[in-house]
Structure formats: C-alpha cells, structure tokens
Nanobody, 120 residues
Framework: QVQLVESGGGLVQAGGSLRLSCAAS????????MGWYRQAPGKQRELVAR???????TYADSVRGRFTISRDNAKNTVYLQMSSLKPEDTAVFYC??????????????WGQGTQVTVSS
C-alpha cells in the first residue's frame, strides 16, 4: 500500500521558519507531480505549491517569495521550506502526489495533514 506521510509542522512565531517534509512509501514506480495544499479553519483547501517530476514549480501568489518547494526523487520526498511566516499562514498543510505504482497505473494520494500555527 502506497502512502504519503507528512512531518515538520508545529508552532512558530511570526517571521519564523519551518520546513515540512512528505515521504512516499510503498510500491512506487515513479512519482509525477507533488504538491502542498493547506486548509485554514472555515476555508477551502487551497494549493500552496506544486513541483513536477523535472523540477518545474508553481506557487500561490500569497506564498511566492517566502516558500520554496523542492523534491528528492531518490527518497520519494517533497519538502516545503517556509520562511517569513505570517499568522494567516496558520492551517493544516496536506501533501498530495500523483504516484505511479506500475508503468500503467497512477493514483492520486493525500497525506494525513500536519498543523502549522503561526503566532503573532
């Protein structure tokens, strides 16, 4: 069974930094797009950043210049380095990935989520 497991969330003061990690495990042939989403209380889940298998990236306007997404294909892991954090970044952050379990099968997976809280 393939799964995504996030780590690295926590409580940080405004202006601080955190790094989130998301590791895929199980029977993996390859991983295509991986991304980070977040959901604040009372709001819809939104895309934060996304990275393709070749390293191309997309960022939400609200985090561009403050967050950096990267991946280590050898470790099947995606990272989100967050800097200059603001209270409005407080949310549950979810990892998402298009995981190819065989050359012919792709499954879209979500991690369980990790809480990020930024205090003012």
């Amino acid at each position: 069974q393939v799964q995504l497991v996030e780590s690295g969330g926590g409580l940080v003061q405004a202006g601080g930094s955190l790094r989130l990690s998301c590791a895929a495990s199980g029977s993996i042939f390859s991983i295509n797009v991986m991304g980070w989403y977040r959901q604040a209380p009372g709001k819809q889940r939104e895309l934060v950043a996304r990275i393709g298998s070749g390293g191309s990236t997309t960022y939400a306007d609200s985090v561009r210049g403050r967050f950096t997404i990267s991946r280590d294909n050898a470790k099947n892991t995606v990272y989100l380095q967050m800097s200059s954090l603001k209270p409005e970044d407080t949310a549950v952050f979810y990892c998402n990935g298009d995981v190819q379990t065989t050359p012919w099968r792709v499954v879209n997976l979500w991690g369980q989520g990790t809480q990020v809280t930024v205090s003012s």
